[in-house]
């Protein structure tokens, strides 16, 4: 399975990749959505809100099961990827591109270094 190296990872099975500055973008992990099958809607309600990390910010829904998406860390949500809306299978394509989730902005940068990273990630999956 595939974890770049250039994002940090959470228990939850959520990647998030740090880009100017304090704003992340965030999905879930190739792992991750091989265990959910092929999704069919992403559910996110929660653009404008400030959220605390390990808050759920929304739902995906798959064939067989409905999951929640965890926040993996502290921030704002500005932008849900348009795209998800018609094509949510983008996530099961393409989980680290065309499939990302969410933008936010961060309230600590140094919160990711909390998370972990594609090795620790890759151990507790394998």
Do not use: C
Not at 38 to 59: C, P, S, W
Not at 93 to 102: A, H
């Amino acid at each position: 399975m595939n974890f770049p190296e250039n994002l940090r990872y959470t228990k939850d099975h959520e990647w998030i990749r740090l880009e100017n500055g304090n704003t992340a973008i965030i999905g879930i992990t190739e792992f991750a959505q091989k265990e959910l099958g092929d999704i069919v809607y992403v559910e996110i309600e929660t653009v404008g809100k400030a959220l605390a990390a390990e808050t759920v910010f929304g739902t995906v829904e798959a064939v067989k099961t409905v999951s929640d998406l965890y926040l993996p860390i502290a921030g704002t949500i500005t932008e849900v990827n348009p795209a998800l809306a018609g094509a949510p299978e983008l996530v099961n394509s393409d989980p680290y591109g065309e499939g990302w989730m969410i933008k936010m902005t961060v309230k600590d940068p140094a919160d990711l270094d909390k998370l972990m990273d594609a090795a620790a990630y890759g151990n507790i999956v394998h």
